[in-house]
């Protein structure tokens, strides 16, 4: 099938530029005029003549990789990323009850930090914000395994075990008090620490999201049983 649009230009090649010009004759290729004296691009190409002919499907390929990446830079700049990658970790803030949960989470929205998912496990609640904050309410006996810890630093690892381990050498080599604590959500690849070195807040060394459990999205908990508490 011929394309309607079909123009053809006679540009001088001058030393060192490039010049692209793109001659659409039909559906499976495209004359591309361009500087002879760069080799390199060459090979991605089939010469006829003083034209460079590039396949039509290799520039949808690319201007539609080019669409996406701003696509997704977009979304990444507004906080709306919605893949999975990167994984900064976690700011978690816990609350005294369920329904206090649910007010700092409704608050936080009217200032644009938007509810995303929710990730219930273990008896603990957990709002994941878009910006990646959490804000959760754990059982007392949890809050007893953290020193009743209200807040807690999220750090991405590939063995968190490891990783916790390594901390508390690491503060405790400063002078500080320092203990690993796995029992807290075993089922987890979560290891905590609980130190002096922090006021009131705990640190959690976790496996890459992609190997959490798959948190449940605000619209599918609103539609199929109403929100959570």
């Not at 503060?171 to 620490?193: H, N, Q, T, Y």
Request: hydrophobic letters at 50%; one cysteine or more.
């Amino acid at each position: 099938m011929a394309v309607f649009l079909n123009f053809k230009f006679k540009l001088p090649l001058s030393s060192r530029s490039v010049v692209f010009v793109i001659l659409v004759g039909d559906w499976s290729s495209c004359s591309v005029l361009y500087c002879t004296e760069m080799p390199d691009l060459k090979r991605f190409y089939q010469q006829k003549g003083n034209d460079m002919f590039l396949p039509i499907w290799l520039i949808v390929a690319v201007s539609l990789a080019f669409a996406l990446l701003a696509i997704w830079a977009y979304l990444m700049a507004i906080g709306r990323n919605p893949l999975p990658f990167p994984d900064p970790g976690s700011r978690i803030f816990t609350t005294p009850s369920p329904a206090a949960k649910e007010a700092l989470v409704a608050l936080l929205a009217t200032h644009g930090i938007k509810e995303r998912f929710e990730a219930n496990s273990s008896g603990i609640l957990r709002s994941i914000m878009w910006d990646g904050t959490i804000i959760n309410h754990s059982p007392p006996d949890v809050l007893e395994k953290l020193a009743n810890a209200s807040a807690c630093i999220g750090v991405v690892v590939d063995d968190p075990v490891v990783s916790a381990n390594a901390a508390v050498e690491f503060l405790r080599s400063r002078g500080f008090e320092a203990e690993v604590v796995l029992d807290v959500e075993p089922e987890l690849p979560i290891a905590f620490v609980v130190t002096n070195a922090t006021s009131g807040t705990a640190l959690n060394f976790r496996k890459h999201i992609i190997h959490l459990p798959r948190p449940q999205s605000v619209k599918a908990n609103s539609g199929a049983e109403g929100r959570s508490i």
